[in-house]
Every structure is written in C-alpha cells, then in structure tokens.
C-alpha cells in the first residue's frame, strides 16, 4: 500500500534498520487507516512513498487481519467479495497467517513487528497482482526484493521453511513381523504423521482398520478374546505407534489402512473497487481424511486339511493294500505354521470292500463297516504318507477313504484346525481291485486216441467273480477281457515235462472260451471239431496237450494251465496195435459227498453228510496183484492250514484192492457236526511188496471241501434296565457265519421263535442269563401252531461274517404271560440251481428261554401269574446260544485235480 511520509504516526522516526522506513505498532494510524497488528514500513517500492508491511483490519469487520495484495493502492475499504485461493502454496500461506495472528508463539516469533513484515513480505510475492493495471504484479515482486533488508528476508525464509513443512504431512504404515514365526500374530509399525522435515506430529487423531481375517491384538496375548475387532481409535505420538494383530479363523489375504481427520485453514481473497487495494485472509476451516498407502498380509487362524490319495489299481492276491496319501490345505486356505514348522495334523483312514467292480467317484463313504482302518499323522502339506493296511481277506474291490476333523486331532494341533469334517469320500484314484484267480481243472475224454477220431475235453472254470465279462470299464479301471483261449499244442514226441508250453510248440487246434465260471465241453461242437491225425508224425506215436489261457485284466489274473497235466494229455500210437503203456502206474482221485437225508452226491455238502474218495486208474495202468490203495481224511479247523499232519488224521479207509475196474469208493465218513473247517483227502498207492508208487497230494483241489459253521448268539436290548427279558424288552439272533463259502453260494439266514407253555418247560436251579442250560425243552413241541415269529436276515449271504436279524419285542404290560421261547434257526444254501435247507436241533437248551413276562395280565399259553411267583422271579432273564454247523464244498461238487483224470458226478455209485 502506498504510504505518504507527512501521515507517519507521531513517535515514529526513520529508518531504525538499512533499508527500511520505520516501524508500525498495532492501531498505529497509516495513510487511509491503521495498523491491526504491528509491522514495518519500506521505501523504494513504490512511487508514492513508503509502502507498510503487515496486517490490516478486515473491511467486512470481520476478526481475522487481511494482507494487501496490491502494492501501492490505497487499503482495502468498503463493499468487497471474496473467492477461495487454491494452488499449492494456499494451504501452507492459510498456516502461516492464522499462526501470525493467533499463536505466533508456536512459530517461534520473537519480534513480532518483523515477523509480520515478514508474513506480508511473503504474501505479495506469492500473490501480488501490482495496482490493477497500471504497474504489473511481477514488477512490484521486483522492486519489493531489491528493497528487503536482510533481517527481513531472513525471517520470511525462515516462516516459509516452517509453514510448507508443517503443511506437508504424510502418513507412515509398514508391516514390521514379530519373532513367532507364524502368520496368526505380528505387528503393524511406522503408524503415524509425519511433516516435511520429517517430524512426527504427536496429538493427531487417527483410526486404524483391518479387514476380515485379523483383529487388534489389544492385550497382546495372541487370542482373539471377545471385545477385540478390527478397528483401533488412538492419538499419534512424537515417535512411530505399532499396533499388534492376531488372525481370526480362516486364511486371509488382510487390508491394514490407517485414517487421519485434518483440519485446513482455507485463504481467502477480498476483492475491491478501482484504486483499492485486493487482501488475503485465513478462511473457514477445511477438514481433510488423509490416509496411508495402506499395506496386505496373509493373516492364519486356522484352516482346512484336507489332500489326495492314490492307490495302486491293481492289487495280486495276498499282497498287502496300500495307499499314498498328500496332504494339504484346502483351496483358499494356507497350512499354519508356528514356531517356523507346519502344524501336524492327525487324519484318518479307513478301507471298504465296495463289492466286485469299481464304483463311481463320489463325495459319499461306503456304507458297512471297513475292513481295515487307523490314524496317520501328516508332518506338513506336501510330504507324503505312505499307508499299509495289510492283506486283503478275499478277492475284491476295497476303496481307501481319508477324513480328518478337529476332533480328531491332539490338543497342540486342535486349535489350528477348522471345526469341520471332511472326508474325500469313494473315488477311482484311491480303489485297489485285489485279482480274482481263476482255478481250473479239466480232463480228456480219452487218453489214447484212435488216428482220425475226435478228441474232447471237459474244463471246469471257476475263481472268477460271478460278474466277470459285464463290468464296461470305469476312469483308470479297463473293462473286462471277456474270453479265454483253448489251445491244443502238439505233436510232441514226448509228454511236455514242463509247467511251461515248451518255446516253438505247434498249435494245432484253437478256440475261445467265454471267460466266466462253469464247465466247458470243448471239441463237441461239430463246426469246429477236434479230430486227430490220422497218421503219427513219430515212429513211437505222438503227444498232444490241452492248454486253457486266460490272458488277464483288471479284475482276474492272467492264467495259463500246465502244460505238463497228465489230465489234459492224448496220445495217437506210431502203431495203433501197441498202445503205451505207462511206466509206472497211476491213481486219480476226487472226494465225494453224499447227502445225509438223500445219500445222493451233492454239491452242498453240510455237517452230517458223509464223504468217500472216489479212486480211478490212470488209463493204462497195469497194477500187479496184491496192489492196494487206502485214503486217509484231514481236517482243519477254520483258521488253520490244512497240512495233513498226524494231529489233523480224521479217518483212514480201509485198503483197496487195485485191479481192471474203472473206479473204487472208499468206505464213507460221516463229517463232524459243530465245526468249521476244511476236510482232505489224500490217496496212497501201496505195490504187492509194500512200497508205495504214488502219493496224493495235501490240499489237492479236487480231494478238498470246506465246512461252514453257523452259530448265534442272544441280542438283547433290555429297556428297564435291570438285565431280565421281559415287557418293552427287543429281542434278536446274532447270527455267525465262519468258514469259506464255496464260490456262487448264497445263504438265507432265519430263526424260527415258537411259544410254549410252562408245561412243555422245566427250569432248574441254576441261575438265569448264564448260559448254563437251567431250562428243558421238550423235542417235539416246536409245531406249527407253536410259532409265535420268525426272524430274518435281510438280504442274500454270500460269505462269513456276523448277522443280525431284524427284532422283536415282547408284549407290553396287559397282555399274557408265557412258559417258555424257543429258537430253532434255519439256513438254507443255494450254489447254481441246488438249494438244501438246514434246521436246527428243537428245544436246545440254549436256544431257549423261560418263563417269559409278557406284561401284567395272565392267562392264555401256559403259565399263570400264580405259577410265576412260585419261581420266586416277577421277570426272567434271557439265555440263548443257537448253534448250527453247515458244511460246503469249497467251490463245487467234486472239484477236478489239475493233474488227474476225473469222471462225472452222476457217474459215481455208493
């Protein structure tokens, strides 16, 4: 502003410093008004005179001091406007002037004169607009540096340091890590504002955030307890703030940001008239949220384990089932580590036997109880566990299934672990198929063939599931191979000697099977006839051999018969008028079993038949008088090999005299009632002198049947609680089938529950629910109007195990009070188109129970109330032990030996 040295106010003399023209108080009077705070006044600005620097009051009336902006006008008076100043040094000159005039402590101002000279030194060279058109704001910019004094210029640099740093302030966050080495705790650092010169500002309200996945740790015991959130309120301080975090439950990518509410001083320009000077003043506050760049992390309360499997597809019999199982997180979720290790985490594993064909994928777990089952425990994702489950009982299909839950794990692991169960369910990768092995036997018609005629053979195939041929294929699993081959490989000079088909050997008939269960007449068949040569192509005759083949899949192992089986040989004479006669002579055997109620052969033999071995001449032989053969019968209890020892001797039949007939039948055993197991018979061939020339073998196919036991035990559910049977009380047979079934069986397991009254009873003194037999029954009250119910298996049986049928429950109170219950069960088989039925024995003692307490009211079928109270008992308990013992052939009637000729069953005479 321009100011004429005739209006300096009195007391105010020259320049008191080089290059200034005198200093102004507060209130002081200046050209055209007066000084609201002190300053200085400066020549050689303008042309008019001295110009003052400093505050002026606000033409609007308002409190806070305006700065002149047009050097050389005259002050601001009268109507103006005003408009909002922006730009980048606005909020930094907004921060200066408010501090000037209100807290010009905070800024360290000693001479306030000076520093608001200074104030307004700083104002016209960021704003100087010169004097509305006559001289130009730059030019005024000029003169008012050339004329500043040192002290001037001094302060006004120092304030302008002071105010741009104080408004450059930024917000400082980075993720600082604790030593836990996990990603479930850490730290949050470098939490504050700092100004230009990098001082943190203390005092400045602040909210800091995380999203879901973390809260603040605010007690520093790295739990989540309840009160803490993901939001934190605080104060900055002179130095950084660090916050704790832990994880919440879950895997989580976190977004950590901090808000900083500030509050601006905003600059204002008032505008007015021609020859009148424009001023700045401090505006309204403007409040501003400034935020931090913000930082991301991976927090870890807990999560999934989860992890695939992979069995191998193929299992040979008898080889152990195993698994390969890799653990890891599920998708989405991280393994937690603590203290720089994976958490170890406990799964379960359990193998199913799902039948005989693989079954589709699918998120289900098989129903029944595994065959085998355990724990392993994972040391972190990734690092396999190799599983051994041990050895499949039977040929079939078993699917490993993983599972692992919180529950399941130990106490240092239990908290990692997500609360939810999971399990990998029925899947192709993880099912093994234990093969099936095919069992043959077969023998040829004839052994010596005339040249030209027709050659036949019978095979009997069996071992292979029921199934085999239907199953398609499924994922990795490769449909069935559905046929085998018959091949006749020949002529040899000499009988192969060897299990293997001799390298280079002639085929000279072939055709293929069906590859299933059942018995094959081969060369029957007129459009494919087999038909000797008609000359030998060897001066002593020619050898000619049977070979069955299967060549293997998925599901059945490869099979090649012996090439060497005597059964399976034919000869054609170099000269048909001598045929061979073999060097030493030979027996072939097969056991026989007779039904006890028919005393027909059967192919179900059960504990009560009786059993022969059938022996034949090998063709040719030529035995000398005296010549003898005696069968001798081994048995084996279920659970034990049949290795035809001294201490498993059943039976010895008496000798044979061997001479022209076809066949001979030893003397009969009748097999033993109660037992499971497996009977074998083994031939010996005595010569006149005594020294044998042939010895069955133990264990021979052919020579072996198996027994199957069937035993129940009492189900009881007592409802009251006190150990008796009676009203309300559920009853049932636990059924058990131990032993081997033959291939193709199916049993219908039942009980037959028949009411009696205390007349067809007696009951002695030993104590009830002991099994000690204290009650009577007699054999013939088991009639058909004795029948109270029947209790049945649900479903066919096809191999051992234990079988529960469906219950009963006794009457409720208001109904009859009866003498006695007994069991009688029944079994019946069926293999092919034969089915025998088996009855228990009537009346046995521990299949039965009495009295019975059928509720409160007496009367009908038998005993009374009256007659109850003399046992001095109001409820009876329950004792039932049912035992039955069926046997089976262990895998048909009269199953063939591989190396010895055999004859059909119907052709065998008692």
């Known amino acids: 502003m321009a100011i004429t040295g005739g209006l300096l106010a009195s007391g105010t003399s020259g320049a008191a410093v080089a290059g200034d023209a005198g200093r102004v108080s507060a209130g002081q009077a200046i050209a055209g008004g007066r000084a609201a705070g002190d300053g200085w006044l400066i020549s050689g600005v303008t042309g008019s005179g001295s110009a003052f620097l400093g ?48 807290d010009p402590a905070s800024i360290g101002v000693g001479d306030r004169a000076l520093s608001n000279a200074a104030g307004s030194y700083l104002v016209h060279m960021h704003y100087d607009e010169g004097n509305k058109g006559g001289v130009s704001g730059e030019a005024r910019k000029a003169a008012l540096q050339a004329a500043a004094w040192p002290g001037l210029t001094a302060e006004a640099d120092r304030l302008w340091a002071l105010a741009t740093s104080s408004t450059n302030l930024t917000a400082q966050t980075e993720v600082q890590t604790y030593d836990l080495g996990t990603q479930r705790t850490g730290s949050i ?138 653990p890891a997180a599920a998708e989405g979720d991280t393994w937690v580590v603590v203290d720089s290790a994976p958490v170890p985490v406990t799964y379960a594993w359990a193998v199913y036997d799902v039948g005989t064909v693989p079954v589709p994928n699918s998120d289900a777990t098989p129903s029944g109880e595994p065959v085998f089952s355990g724990t392993a425990v994972a040391s972190g994702p990734g690092v396999e ?91 990795r699993f490769a449909a069935d191979v559905p046929e085998a081959t018959v091949s006749v490989y020949g002529p040899f000079e000499s009988r192969p000697a060897t299990v293997e088909i001799p390298e280079g050997a002639p085929v000279f008939w072939q055709d293929t099977l069906s590859a299933v269960n059942g018995v094959f007449m081969v060369g029957w068949d007129d459009e494919n006839p087999i038909i000797a040569p008609t000359t030998a192509t060897y001066e002593a005759g020619d050898y000619f051999v049977f070979v069955y083949s299967f060549a293997g899949d998925d599901r059945v192992e490869a099979y090649t018969s012996p090439a060497n089986d005597l059964g399976e040989t034919w000869f054609i004479a170099g000269n048909p008028d001598l045929p061979p006669v073999p060097e030493t002579p030979g027996l072939v055997t097969e056991a026989a079993v007779y039904a006890s109620d028919s005393g027909e052969p059967t192919s179900i033999p059960v504990a009560g038949d009786s059993t022969k071995d059938v022996i034949r001449p090998q063709d040719g032989s030529v035995f000398g008088s005296g010549s003898t053969a005696v069968s001798r019968l081994y048995f084996a209890p279920a659970g034990t090999d049949l290795v035809c020892s001294e201490d498993q001797l059943v039976h010895t039949s008496a000798p044979i005299a061997l001479g022209d007939a076809e066949q001979y039948l030893t003397d009969a055993y009748t097999t033993a009632a109660g037992e499971a197991g497996r009977y074998g018979w083994v031939e010996t061939g005595y010569r006149p002198d005594g020294s044998i020339f042939e010895r069955g073998t133990c264990g021979e196919a052919s020579e072996t049947f198996d ?41 219908d397991l039942s009980s037959t529950v028949y009411e009696l009254t205390a007349n067809q009873a007696t009951w002695g003194d030993a104590p009830i629910n002991t099994g000690a037999g204290n009650i009577t029954v007699a054999a013939d009250v088991c009639t058909e109007a004795a029948v109270y119910t029947t209790l049945t298996v649900d479903g066919k049986v096809t191999k051992a195990g234990t079988y529960s049928t469906n219950r009963f429950t006794v009457p409720s109170a208001g109904q009859r009070v009866i003498g006695a219950l007994t069991m009688v069960e029944t079994a019946q088989i069926t293999v092919g188109d034969e089915s025998r039925t088996v009855t228990g024995q009537c009346g046995a003692p521990d299949e039965s129970v009495g009295p019975v307490y059928f509720g409160s009211g007496g009367g009908g079928g038998g005993a009374s109330a009256q007659q109850l109270a003399i046992t001095g008992l109001s409820r009876m308990g329950l004792i039932l032990a049912v035992g039955l013992v069926l046997a089976f052939t262990g895998g048909g009637l009269l199953r063939w030996s591989d190396q010895r000729k055999r004859r059909a069953v119907g052709e065998l005479t008692a």
């Open 55 to 102: 505050p002026l009051p606000d033409p609007t009336g308002g409190a806070d001091w305006v700065w002149c902006i047009n050097l050389g006008l005259n002050p601001p008076s009268g109507a103006v406007s005003s408009e909002r100043v922006t730009g980048q040094d606005a909020a930094a000159m907004a921060w200066l002037l408010d501090r000037l005039q209100y």
């Open 385 to 475: 566990l190799h599983q051994v489950a041990g050895a499949a009982p039977a040929s079939s299909t078993y699917v490993w299934v993983w599972s692992t839950s919180k529950a399941l794990q130990p106490e240092a692991s239990a908290d990692y672990v997500r609360d939810e169960v999971w399990s990998d369910g029925t899947k192709t990768d993880e099912t093994s198929i234990v093969r099936w092995q095919i069992e043959h036997a077969s023998l040829t018609r004839e052994y010596n063939i005339v040249p030209g005629g027709r050659v036949f053979d019978t095979i009997t195939i069996s071992g292979l599931p029921d199934d085999h041929g239907q199953f398609a294929g499924l994922d």
């Open 189 to 326: 650092g470098n939490i504050g504002i700092q100004n230009g010169s990098g001082e943190w500002i203390p005092g400045i309200d602040f909210t800091a955030t995380l999203t879901e996945g973390a809260v603040f740790d605010t007690n520093g015991n790295g739990q989540v307890d309840e009160g803490e959130t993901g939001t934190f309120n605080g104060k900055t301080s002179s130095s950084p703030v660090s916050l704790r975090w832990v994880a919440g439950p879950g895997a989580h990518d976190v977004q950590f940001k901090t808000e900083y509410p500030i509050t601006w001083a905003t600059l204002e320009a008032l505008r007015a008239g021609t020859g009148v000077q424009d001023s700045l003043r401090r505006g309204a506050d403007d409040p501003e949220v400034l935020g931090s760049t913000g930082v991301r992390f991976r927090a870890v309360g807990d999560f999934r384990p989860q992890g695939v499997s992979s069995a191998p597809a193929v299992v040979a019999a008898g080889q152990v089932l195993t698994d390969s199982f890799v």
């Open 707 to 747: 027994v199957v036991a069937v035993s129940t035990t009492l189900g009881h559910e007592d409802t009251n609680g006190d150990g008796l049977a009676g009203a309300g009380d559920k009853l049932w047979d636990d059924i058990h089938l131990v032993g081997t079934l033959p291939a193709g069986a199916s049993v």
